[in-house]
């Protein structure tokens, strides 16, 4: 039994104050045993209007000090509450403790930073007489909230991803309805009230559930909507960019990201970049937006590399999400795990060679390690949203290199793996994506630095901490006769 009776959570919306229930409900499932480990309501867009309504009325009069006094705590309750916390993580994700752990850490920062940038006035002051048209006045500039933010999420990270919507928008005095996934609602309802408990006002955060036909269009149209803030893939994405007009947009999508290893390698460097490139596959059991999703290795260096990646796929204790020592859980659904194995075995039959699958049993997926790839494969062309390790032998040419992963749709994250400064330069260069780690996995980041996508990965607006801060809010400039 993975849950007991009674701790089963059926939760309710947090609607102005008001826990709200509704006959339908949406069930929340555990996807390594398949079974209800709770649920939400099945919400409708009259939820959601009511819920911008209140929010576009109440005007947050809270100080700075408050803001981040607020956000602080609520980093601290976090962390207070963190093997709370993780297990929900785990059971309505199916990731393993481990990475609920991770997250529940990364969450933590995302408030600590929200708390001191809640501090930081970062106006300006532009002296008027500096040219020959000069006058005695000076211009001054300040940010001001919006009316209402709509921000809807993805299943993957129920916890940090939900955080980097919400606390950006306490630190800067906003109201925002946040619609979390149906698949992974429970995780943000958990959060709410921590905050709430923290000291937030209630209209500055409302959370409505619901199936996407019901309630996602009011998410996207509502009146009193300033800005929607989406994190998902690019279908939904797109269909947002399409309906929501002149409304502010942020979206945050789909990746496909290279880690891109050189043929300028030791056998000691070559084993520090398989280590990088394992982790960075199955992190959060592959369901990262810039989970590593195909290994770029230059073909002179493959045959020394590949036999490392290996042997660190084959380490990975993947099983029972709740085991402590587990280090890869599961999928979000079986149909997930299945989707991905299928893509797999297409690309076997394109000419890959299947190095690695002991098995998947429902939504668990091993590391499976597949080599010589075709970098056309659908299996890394496009998003496989799970624990899978391509590998793709491309020339020692970086320019071609650069072509191959410039191939696809998505233009997310990278990392790279050289010794050369100039070469990791001209990749830095070349690589059409929002971010490159030379180093590193993609995903790496501090949750305060710029992080987002171009091509369909995204329309190029910034999160971290501090760019969402200035993206939720307008920029008042006035002006000041100085003599
Ligand atoms: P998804 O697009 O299926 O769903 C995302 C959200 O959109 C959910 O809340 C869902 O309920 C909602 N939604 C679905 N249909 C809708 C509609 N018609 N109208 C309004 N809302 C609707 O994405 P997902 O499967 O939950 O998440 C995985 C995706 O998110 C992956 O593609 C991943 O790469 C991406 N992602 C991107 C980032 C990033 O920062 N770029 C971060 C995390 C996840």
Redesign the pocket.
């Known amino acids: 039994m993975a849950v007991l009776k009674s701790e089963i959570r059926n939760e309710g919306m947090r609607i102005g104050g008001e826990i709200v229930f509704t006959d339908d409900v949406i069930p929340v499932h555990y996807p390594f045993t398949n079974e209800v480990v709770g649920s939400v309501p099945a919400g409708t867009a009259e939820h959601a209007k009511r819920a911008f309504e209140i929010a576009a009325n109440y005007t947050p009069k809270l100080s700075r000090y408050e803001r981040s006094q607020i956000l602080r705590r609520t980093g601290e309750l976090i962390g207070e509450r963190r093997d709370y916390l993780a297990r929900w993580l785990t059971l309505e994700l199916g990731i393993c403790h481990q990475h609920a752990i991770y997250e529940t850490k990364r969450a933590q920062d995302v408030y600590l930073f929200a708390a001191q940038q809640a501090l930081v006035d970062d106006g300006e002051i532009f002296s008027c007489d500096l040219t020959h048209n000069g006058k005695p006045r000076k211009i001054f500039t300040k940010r001001e909230p919006v009316r209402a933010i709509s921000a ?6 129920p916890l940090n ?1 939900v955080s980097h919507k919400i606390a950006p928008s306490i630190a800067t005095n906003n109201c925002m309805v946040l ?5 992974t609602p429970l995780t943000a309802i958990a959060l709410a009230d921590i905050l709430y408990e923290a000291g937030l006002p209630y209209e500055m955060l409302q959370i409505v559930t619901g199936w ?2 019901d309630i ?2 009011e ?2 149209v509502n009146e009193n909507i300033d800005i929607v803030t ?8 797109k ?2 960019a399409a309906k929501a007009g002149y409304k502010r947009l942020a979206l ?4 496909n990201d290279p880690f891109i290893v050189c043929n300028d390698l030791s056998d000691e460097d070559l084993e520090k970049a398989a280590t990088i490139a394992v982790a960075g596959a199955i992190g959060n059991s592959g ?4 989970a590593i999703k195909r290994i770029l290795v230059q073909e002179s260096v493959a045959d020394r590399f590949v036999p490392m990646v290996l042997a660190k796929a084959k380490a990975v204790k993947f099983g029972d999400p709740q085991d402590p020592e587990t280090e890869l859980g599961c999928v979000i659904h079986a149909e997930a795990a299945e989707l991905f194995e299928k893509r797999v075995f297409m690309a076997e039959k394109e000419g890959a060679k299947i190095l690695y699958h002991p098995g998947r049993q429902g939504a668990l997926l091993p590391p499976i390690v597949i080599d010589h790839v075709r970098h056309d494969s659908e299996l890394v062309m496009e ?1 496989t ?1 799970g624990p899978i390790v391509p590998i793709v032998r491309v020339p020692d040419d970086d320019t071609e290199v650069m072509r191959i992963s410039n191939s696809t749709n998505f233009g ?1 994250s990278s990392g790279v793996c050289t010794n050369d400064l100039n070469r990791a330069i001209a990749y830095i260069n070349g690589l059409d994506v929002g971010t490159c780690n030379i180093w590193e996995q993609p995903g790496y980041r501090i949750e305060m630095s710029p ?3 171009i091509k369909d ?2 329309n190029a607006v910034k ?1 971290g901490v501090i760019e969402a801060m200035k993206f939720f809010t307008n920029v008042k400039t006035y002006s000041l006769p100085w003599p």
């Open positions: 809807i999420t993805p299943f993957n990270h991803m619609k979390p996934t149906e698949l996407p036909k996602g269009e998410m996207m989406f994190t998902g893939g690019v279908p939904v994405g269909l947002i945050e999508l789909g990746g369901q990262r937006c810039t998003e949203f997310l992080f987002g996508g990965s995204g999160e």
